[in-house]
Antibody, heavy 117, light 110 residues
Framework: QVQLVQSGAEVKKPGASVKVSCKAS????????IHWVRQAPGQGLEWMAI????????TYAQKFQGRLSMTRDTSTSTVYMELSSLRSEDTAVYYC??????????WGQGTMVTVSS | QSALTQPASVSGSPGQSITISCTGT?????????VSWYQQHPGKAPKLLIY???NRPSGVSNRFSGSKSGNTASLTISGLQAEDEADYYC??????????FGTGTKVTVL
Protein backbone atom coordinates (compact mmCIF):
# COMPACT_ATOMS: atom_id res chain seq x y z
CA GLN A 1 0.00 0.00 0.00
CA VAL A 2 1.02 3.62 -0.40
CA GLN A 3 2.92 4.72 2.66
CA LEU A 4 5.63 6.94 4.07
CA VAL A 5 7.73 5.48 6.88
CA GLN A 6 9.87 7.83 8.94
CA SER A 7 12.90 7.20 11.12
CA GLY A 8 12.65 6.94 14.88
CA ALA A 9 12.62 9.46 17.69
CA GLU A 10 15.69 11.59 18.37
CA VAL A 11 17.04 13.43 21.39
CA LYS A 12 19.53 16.18 20.64
CA LYS A 13 21.39 18.86 22.55
CA PRO A 14 21.01 22.55 21.71
CA GLY A 15 23.23 23.53 18.81
CA ALA A 16 23.31 20.05 17.32
CA SER A 17 21.73 18.85 14.06
CA VAL A 18 19.12 16.19 13.42
CA LYS A 19 18.46 14.20 10.25
CA VAL A 20 15.09 12.54 9.73
CA SER A 21 14.36 10.11 6.90
CA CYS A 22 11.11 9.46 5.07
CA LYS A 23 10.92 6.30 2.94
CA ALA A 24 8.19 6.06 0.32
CA SER A 25 6.65 2.85 -0.96
CA UNK A 26 3.68 1.72 -3.00
CA UNK A 27 3.87 4.45 -5.64
CA UNK A 28 6.29 6.02 -8.13
CA UNK A 29 8.54 8.09 -5.90
CA UNK A 30 9.62 10.71 -8.43
CA UNK A 31 6.07 11.61 -9.44
CA UNK A 32 4.98 13.33 -6.23
CA UNK A 33 6.41 16.21 -4.22
CA ILE A 34 7.18 15.61 -0.54
CA HIS A 35 6.51 18.22 2.16
CA TRP A 36 7.79 18.52 5.71
CA VAL A 37 5.46 19.77 8.44
CA ARG A 38 6.13 20.02 12.16
CA GLN A 39 3.98 20.26 15.27
CA ALA A 40 5.31 21.44 18.61
CA PRO A 41 3.72 19.89 21.70
CA GLY A 42 0.15 21.15 22.09
CA GLN A 43 0.54 23.45 19.09
CA GLY A 44 -0.69 23.59 15.51
CA LEU A 45 0.80 22.44 12.24
CA GLU A 46 3.65 24.43 10.71
CA TRP A 47 4.71 24.06 7.08
CA MET A 48 8.46 23.83 6.64
CA ALA A 49 9.49 22.89 3.11
CA ILE A 50 8.84 21.01 -0.11
CA UNK A 51 11.10 18.91 -2.35
CA UNK A 52 10.58 17.63 -5.86
CA UNK A 53 12.00 14.06 -5.78
CA UNK A 54 12.34 14.09 -9.56
CA UNK A 55 14.93 16.84 -9.85
CA UNK A 56 15.74 17.60 -6.21
CA UNK A 57 14.53 21.19 -6.35
CA UNK A 58 13.41 22.60 -2.99
CA THR A 59 11.56 25.48 -1.42
CA TYR A 60 11.97 26.34 2.24
CA ALA A 61 9.77 28.44 4.52
CA GLN A 62 11.60 31.68 5.21
CA LYS A 63 11.71 30.88 8.92
CA PHE A 64 14.00 27.91 8.26
CA GLN A 65 16.23 29.37 5.55
CA GLY A 66 19.85 28.59 6.31
CA ARG A 67 19.04 25.96 8.95
CA LEU A 68 17.06 23.43 6.96
CA SER A 69 18.35 21.11 4.27
CA MET A 70 16.61 18.38 2.30
CA THR A 71 18.00 15.68 0.05
CA ARG A 72 16.57 12.69 -1.71
CA ASP A 73 17.85 9.29 -2.78
CA THR A 74 15.90 8.00 -5.75
CA SER A 75 17.52 4.55 -5.50
CA THR A 76 15.86 3.96 -2.13
CA SER A 77 12.84 6.28 -2.54
CA THR A 78 13.88 8.20 0.53
CA VAL A 79 13.80 11.88 1.41
CA TYR A 80 15.96 13.32 4.18
CA MET A 81 15.35 16.45 6.25
CA GLU A 82 18.21 17.91 8.28
CA LEU A 83 17.69 20.77 10.72
CA SER A 84 20.77 22.37 12.23
CA SER A 85 21.55 24.73 15.14
CA LEU A 86 18.77 23.12 17.13
CA ARG A 87 17.14 25.03 19.98
CA SER A 88 14.48 24.06 22.50
CA GLU A 89 11.77 25.60 20.31
CA ASP A 90 12.52 22.96 17.67
CA THR A 91 11.15 20.24 19.94
CA ALA A 92 8.28 18.87 17.88
CA VAL A 93 6.88 15.98 15.91
CA TYR A 94 8.16 16.20 12.34
CA TYR A 95 6.00 14.78 9.56
CA CYS A 96 6.71 14.12 5.92
CA UNK A 97 3.72 14.09 3.59
CA UNK A 98 3.06 13.41 -0.09
CA UNK A 99 1.44 16.08 -2.19
CA UNK A 100 -1.35 15.30 -4.61
CA UNK A 101 -3.76 17.88 -6.07
CA UNK A 102 -1.99 20.57 -4.02
CA UNK A 103 -2.92 18.81 -0.79
CA UNK A 104 -1.14 16.35 1.50
CA UNK A 105 -2.82 13.01 0.96
CA UNK A 106 -0.39 10.58 2.56
CA TRP A 107 1.45 11.32 5.83
CA GLY A 108 4.28 9.61 7.59
CA GLN A 109 3.79 8.44 11.16
CA GLY A 110 5.80 11.37 12.53
CA THR A 111 9.20 11.59 14.20
CA MET A 112 9.54 13.12 17.66
CA VAL A 113 12.59 15.33 17.97
CA THR A 114 13.42 16.50 21.47
CA VAL A 115 16.00 19.24 22.01
CA SER A 116 17.24 19.30 25.57
CA SER A 117 20.46 19.90 27.42
CA GLN B 1 3.79 34.17 6.31
CA SER B 2 1.18 34.37 9.05
CA ALA B 3 -0.99 31.41 9.88
CA LEU B 4 -4.53 31.41 8.54
CA THR B 5 -7.10 32.33 11.19
CA GLN B 6 -9.48 29.69 12.52
CA PRO B 7 -11.73 29.74 15.58
CA ALA B 8 -10.06 28.03 18.52
CA SER B 9 -13.06 25.83 19.21
CA VAL B 10 -16.42 24.85 17.81
CA SER B 11 -18.94 22.52 19.41
CA GLY B 12 -22.18 20.86 18.48
CA SER B 13 -24.55 18.08 19.47
CA PRO B 14 -24.72 14.75 17.65
CA GLY B 15 -26.63 15.08 14.41
CA GLN B 16 -26.12 18.84 14.15
CA SER B 17 -24.07 20.67 11.53
CA ILE B 18 -21.12 22.88 12.34
CA THR B 19 -18.95 25.14 10.21
CA ILE B 20 -15.31 26.03 10.71
CA SER B 21 -13.97 29.16 9.05
CA CYS B 22 -10.45 29.77 7.75
CA THR B 23 -9.54 33.37 6.97
CA GLY B 24 -6.50 34.41 5.00
CA THR B 25 -5.63 37.07 2.47
CA UNK B 26 -5.66 37.61 -1.27
CA UNK B 27 -2.12 36.18 -1.30
CA UNK B 28 -3.26 32.78 -0.13
CA UNK B 29 -6.88 31.66 0.40
CA UNK B 30 -8.37 34.39 -1.78
CA UNK B 31 -5.86 34.03 -4.57
CA UNK B 32 -5.94 30.31 -5.25
CA UNK B 33 -8.33 27.39 -5.23
CA UNK B 34 -5.76 25.32 -3.39
CA VAL B 35 -7.35 25.18 0.05
CA SER B 36 -7.30 21.87 1.87
CA TRP B 37 -8.64 20.65 5.21
CA TYR B 38 -7.22 18.08 7.63
CA GLN B 39 -8.55 16.19 10.63
CA GLN B 40 -6.19 15.20 13.42
CA HIS B 41 -7.03 12.95 16.34
CA PRO B 42 -4.76 13.09 19.42
CA GLY B 43 -1.43 11.41 18.86
CA LYS B 44 -2.17 10.71 15.21
CA ALA B 45 -0.97 12.11 11.91
CA PRO B 46 -3.35 14.49 10.13
CA LYS B 47 -5.81 13.05 7.61
CA LEU B 48 -6.82 14.82 4.40
CA LEU B 49 -10.55 15.63 4.27
CA ILE B 50 -10.89 18.21 1.48
CA TYR B 51 -8.62 19.35 -1.36
CA UNK B 52 -8.94 22.19 -3.89
CA UNK B 53 -11.56 23.95 -1.74
CA UNK B 54 -14.39 21.44 -2.09
CA ASN B 55 -13.19 18.05 -3.35
CA ARG B 56 -13.28 14.96 -1.14
CA PRO B 57 -10.69 12.20 -1.51
CA SER B 58 -12.00 8.70 -2.00
CA GLY B 59 -13.08 7.22 1.31
CA VAL B 60 -13.88 10.49 3.08
CA SER B 61 -17.45 10.75 4.30
CA ASN B 62 -19.78 13.05 2.36
CA ARG B 63 -20.69 14.61 5.72
CA PHE B 64 -17.60 16.76 5.18
CA SER B 65 -17.88 19.60 2.66
CA GLY B 66 -15.80 22.63 1.79
CA SER B 67 -16.41 26.03 0.23
CA LYS B 68 -14.76 29.41 -0.22
CA SER B 69 -15.86 33.02 -0.50
CA GLY B 70 -13.26 35.72 -0.98
CA ASN B 71 -10.46 35.30 1.53
CA THR B 72 -12.40 32.89 3.75
CA ALA B 73 -12.74 29.14 3.31
CA SER B 74 -15.12 26.98 5.30
CA LEU B 75 -15.47 23.35 6.32
CA THR B 76 -18.92 22.07 7.21
CA ILE B 77 -19.49 18.85 9.10
CA SER B 78 -23.06 17.59 8.77
CA GLY B 79 -24.68 14.99 10.98
CA LEU B 80 -22.05 15.45 13.67
CA GLN B 81 -20.84 12.18 15.20
CA ALA B 82 -18.77 11.40 18.29
CA GLU B 83 -15.88 10.27 16.08
CA ASP B 84 -15.70 13.77 14.57
CA GLU B 85 -14.28 15.10 17.82
CA ALA B 86 -10.77 16.13 16.78
CA ASP B 87 -8.61 19.06 15.72
CA TYR B 88 -9.15 20.50 12.24
CA TYR B 89 -6.69 22.49 10.16
CA CYS B 90 -7.03 24.36 6.90
CA UNK B 91 -4.12 24.95 4.55
CA UNK B 92 -3.53 27.08 1.47
CA UNK B 93 -0.96 27.56 -1.25
CA UNK B 94 0.54 31.05 -1.16
CA UNK B 95 1.86 33.61 -3.61
CA UNK B 96 5.44 32.91 -2.49
CA UNK B 97 5.09 29.30 -3.64
CA UNK B 98 4.86 28.18 -0.05
CA UNK B 99 2.05 26.66 1.95
CA UNK B 100 0.50 27.87 5.18
CA PHE B 101 -1.69 26.15 7.76
CA GLY B 102 -4.49 27.55 9.84
CA THR B 103 -4.28 28.01 13.59
CA GLY B 104 -6.42 24.94 14.15
CA THR B 105 -9.92 24.36 15.56
CA LYS B 106 -10.86 21.91 18.28
CA VAL B 107 -14.25 20.35 17.59
CA THR B 108 -16.17 19.07 20.60
CA VAL B 109 -19.22 16.84 20.29
CA LEU B 110 -21.49 17.64 23.23
Amino acid sequence: QVQLVQSGAEVKKPGASVKVSCKASGYTFINYYIHWVRQAPGQGLEWMAIINPNDGSKTYAQKFQGRLSMTRDTSTSTVYMELSSLRSEDTAVYYCAREMNDALDIWGQGTMVTVSS
Amino acid sequence: QSALTQPASVSGSPGQSITISCTGTSSDVGGYNYVSWYQQHPGKAPKLLIYEVSNRPSGVSNRFSGSKSGNTASLTISGLQAEDEADYYCSSYTSSSHYVFGTGTKVTVL
